[in-house]
């Protein structure tokens, strides 16, 4: 008692003491292991380099947090909008500038922008202004994601400044000048903001002005680059008559498939030899080789099990807004209802006023769109409770890894939990499971058709796109914006509403299967597809067989003499009896209706045919080929590219009619003899040539260069490019910090 007497009273005596030890040990634990660190793994200078490029060229991080810095700056200074406003020129002035918005991303990459950027460059690559596919666009988005845009900036820069490429500081003054107002509506001229720059960021107007002028260097750079290719002048003459010359015929055309009553039944033997000869070959896929595209390739087949719920069962459930309710909302957002008009009604140039509608006017709207919208939030809301409930058990499993089987035995049934559902709220939830379809069985489907999944901007995902770009396909990616991430196995997509917005849906794939060559003739799949009718869910009774497949491409292989002898049957008769009587001997002799007032073949207007160039057919099956259930349209162009062709090397370019007709053409793409009767296009003048031979040059240039200007700045481009790499070692060590006396800390 009396040792715990003198232990409390030193306690109370030494108290300040006790409370510095105490704190200078707190401090040692936090500082001893910092100081082990950094014993062990010494810092490095701000000025070290931690990365290599070019020839001698490095990088520090001073360098780094420069171009942070300086990036940044650009910024204030609008340079993104700029370069996201910057047109192609040319005859492409209403087109904006792809290498500019792909630089726009690099170096200011936006949520908000950058999808919409990708919209805009895969548009201009659809209608031509640029030669690339969907799948490159989205490549260049993903790979800009590996690293900084600062090292993007000290890239490009120092690649252009090595070119000697150099924009002086009075023309990106004089830029400014001429676009700061116009991108701040005039609430703002170039000296003020280049003032803000100086304030905020501390640095000299010459500094701020540099920065914007070395951004103009890369675009200069850029342009420099990409406009060096030339175009042949037998490209620009076939560009020049494809653009502005046309031809017309008139034509009997005898295809195969119109004949195959006509020839021999295949026997077995013919259609299995006929099966192995092709299995290994894709559907109209024409080559020198398999001119007639027979192929019997089996496409990449998935197994979509859905839940799909009918709209107008919901819509039941939902009461109709009151008027109260309407009004609220038009009093919440009147800014919906706002509109421009002219001040005078008889001049339309006269100055705008904004006027507001009445509720009256659109009252009725108003309690249509609400009305909308709670149905499909209460669709929403069921689907949600169908799909929590049968995925329930994959919550805590690891789909990427988990045995396939063990993934199979966890998920829900989608049936079981609808009918519980649809049950307690008093709705319809038809459930169902297809057979292996393909991507054009769903992309035909009346129902699965529709559904889609809009992202931003205007662009949308469809159901075939998501179901094929299961992880297990390793087919088809949707790309870094799309609304949804890739599927996998038993995982659920949805709720997703078709476009008709009647039903709504969730949907999984519970098999996949890739592109494969069938074993025997003997395969044969039920669809099960979903049917619409009238409002009910039901399942088709769709069978493919292909042995039925095989078949039909032998019986009109089988046809294919007789379609040629027809032909050459007509063009002998017509100049002994003319076209009339000998088109009535043909269908006599060839034709195959009962009805005697109709006529198989008849004389066909074939009119405004243009040329095909062979790139086109090229980027075609590019984009085909990462688009699923539209393979086929690449075949179909290439099939009408082989007609055209032969019909433009019958009559010479400066003739405006064929001489030597009757005349027969064979397309083989589309086992049919075309026999013509006349052929005329319409001729292009010196004049006309001369003009449109100048414009398309420039088209040209300007395409060759927005392709030029993507492949340039593709990240891992840059990156190899310049030789870029990362010191490692260097890069895992801190930066020297600098040195606090112990007491001051204290």
Do not use: C
Request: glycine share 4%.
């Amino acid at each position: 008692m009396k040792s715990d007497f003198h232990l409390m009273r030193f306690l109370r005596k030494n108290k300040s003491k006790i409370m510095a030890i105490v704190v200078v040990l707190i401090m040692a634990a936090f500082l001893v292991p910092q100081l082990l660190q950094r014993w062990s793994h010494p810092g490095i200078k701000p000025t070290a380099a931690i990365a290599h490029y070019g020839v001698k060229s490095f990088i520090t991080n001073q360098d780094k947090e420069a171009a942070r810095s300086e990036l940044s700056m650009l910024q204030f200074m609008q340079a993104d909008q700029f370069l996201r406003s910057r047109p192609a020129g040319g005859f492409m002035q209403q087109s904006p500038d792809v290498p500019a918005l792909l630089l726009s991303h690099l170096l200011f990459p936006n949520p908000q922008f950058s999808p919409l950027i990708a919209q805009e460059v895969k548009r201009i690559a659809r209608q031509g202004g640029l030669h690339a596919t969907d799948g490159k666009i989205d490549e260049f988005f993903e790979q800009a994601s590996q690293e900084k845009p600062e090292l993007y900036w000290m890239l490009l820069r120092g690649e252009a400044r090595e070119a000697g490429i150099a924009v002086s500081r009075e023309q990106a003054g004089s830029l400014l000048k001429s676009m700061i107002p116009q991108f701040t509506q005039n609430q703002a001229t170039a000296e003020q903001l280049i003032g803000a720059v100086v304030k905020q960021y501390n640095v000299e107007q010459d500094t701020a002005l540099q920065v914007f002028a070395d951004l103009l260097g890369i675009v200069q750079y850029m342009e420099m680059v990409t406009r060096n290719e030339s175009i042949t002048i037998d490209q620009l003459k076939y560009e020049v008559l494809a653009q502005s010359q046309t031809l017309d015929a008139n034509a009997i055309i005898i295809s195969a498939d119109k004949l195959v009553d006509k020839a021999p039944q295949p026997t077995d033997a013919q259609v299995s030899e006929l099966f192995s000869k092709y299995k290994d070959s894709a559907p109209m896929d024409f080559t020198t080789e398999n001119p007639y595209g027979i192929g019997f390739k089996q496409p990449a087949r998935v197994q979509v099990e859905y839940a799909m719920l009918n709209m107008s069962d919901v819509q039941k459930l939902i009461p109709q807004p009151t008027p109260e309710q309407t009004e609220e909302f038009y009093l919440k957002n009147l800014s919906q209802f706002k509109y421009q008009e002219p001040s005078d009604p008889n001049d339309p140039n006269s100055k705008q006023i904004e006027k507001t509608r009445s509720f009256a006017e659109v009252a009725s709207d108003i309690a249509e769109q609400l009305q909308r919208n709670r149905v499909n939030e209460r669709s929403q809301s069921i689907l949600n409770e169908v799909r929590e409930i049968a995925d329930s058990n994959l919550i805590t499993l690891d789909l990427d890894n988990a045995p396939l089987a063990e993934v199979a035995k966890m998920a829900g049934s989608y049936e079981a939990v609808a009918k519980v559902v649809a049950g307690k709220h008093n709705v319809r939830i038809a459930t169902g499971k297809t057979g292996l379809v393909s991507a054009s069985d769903i992309e035909q489907n009346q129902v699965l058709s529709r559904f889609y999944i809009p992202g931003q901007g205007q662009t949308q995902t469809r159901l075939s796109q998501i179901v094929f770009a299961v992880k297990d396909l390793d087919g088809i990616k949707l790309g870094p914006f799309a609304p949804v991430r890739q599927p996998r196995l038993f995982e659920t997509v949805g709720p997703i509403t078709d476009y008709m917005n009647q039903f709504s849906s969730i949907v999984r794939v519970i098999d996949a299967k890739k592109p494969q060559v069938a074993a025997t003739l003997d395969l044969t799949i039920a669809k099960k597809l979903p049917v619409d009718s009238n409002g009910t869910i039901t399942e088709s009774n769709e069978v493919y067989v292909l042995k039925t497949v095989v078949l039909e491409s032998a019986k009109k292989l089988a046809a294919l003499p007789i379609a040629q002898q027809a032909a050459q049957a007509l063009i002998k008769a017509v100049p002994e009896k003319g076209w009339d009587v000998a088109l009535a001997d043909l269908n006599k002799q060839f034709g195959s209706s009962k009805d005697p007032n109709s006529q198989t073949f008849t004389i066909q207007p074939l009119s405004g045919i243009r040329r095909i160039s062979g790139q086109s057919v090229i980027m075609l099956k590019r984009q085909a080929s990462e688009d699923p259930g539209r393979e086929s349209w690449a075949g179909m162009y290439q099939q009408q590219k082989e007609l055209v062709d032969k019909l433009y090397d019958i009559i010479p370019d400066n003739q405006s009619t064929a001489t030597n007709l009757p005349q027969i053409v064979e397309q083989k793409a589309g086992m049919t003899f075309y026999v013509l009767k006349t052929l005329g296009q319409t001729l292009v003048t010196k004049e006309q040539f001369d003009q449109l031979k100048s414009q398309l040059a420039i088209m040209n240039d300007l395409v060759t260069s927005q392709s030029l200007g993507l492949d340039m700045l593709m990240p891992n481009h840059i990156i190899e490019r310049l030789n870029f790499k990362w010191d490692e070692e260097m890069m895992n060590r801190p930066v020297q910090q600098p040195e606090v006396p112990m007491d001051e800390v204290i």
